[in-house]
């Protein structure tokens, strides 16, 4: 899986996490070591993500009550009015466009990021406040 962040000041890097990401693994490698940096340069940032299970359990809400970071409900079934999701279908379709084929994870990653960070900051559509994404594409 890839988490990764968007907002109107910027984009996070594309992290990497393995499948079956539970509550507190979601709380130790996502939420401390990359969303809190993400959003202390984001004042009055608000933090969205979709309602996969980890995201809502009670250990996430009681980590994200402790850090003071406002939380945006968001409907588990409308992924079309996320930013983050047209984002993340460009960077799939020029992944596919891409005419060497990835020989492993670690390279599809690698193309990934490398599409991801020649994004221009105007393709995140100029969103108020960050969206957050799991994705099983690999």
Known sequence: MVWCAISYHGRSNLLRTESNLNSNRYVREVLQPEVILFLQGIPGAIFQQNNARPHVAKTVRDFCSAQHMQLHSWSAYSPDMSPIEHVWDLVGRRLARDPRP???????LLLKQAIWNSLPHCTHFGTTFPHFRHSKSF
């Open 102 to 108: 990835a020989a492993s994870k670690d390279e599809v």
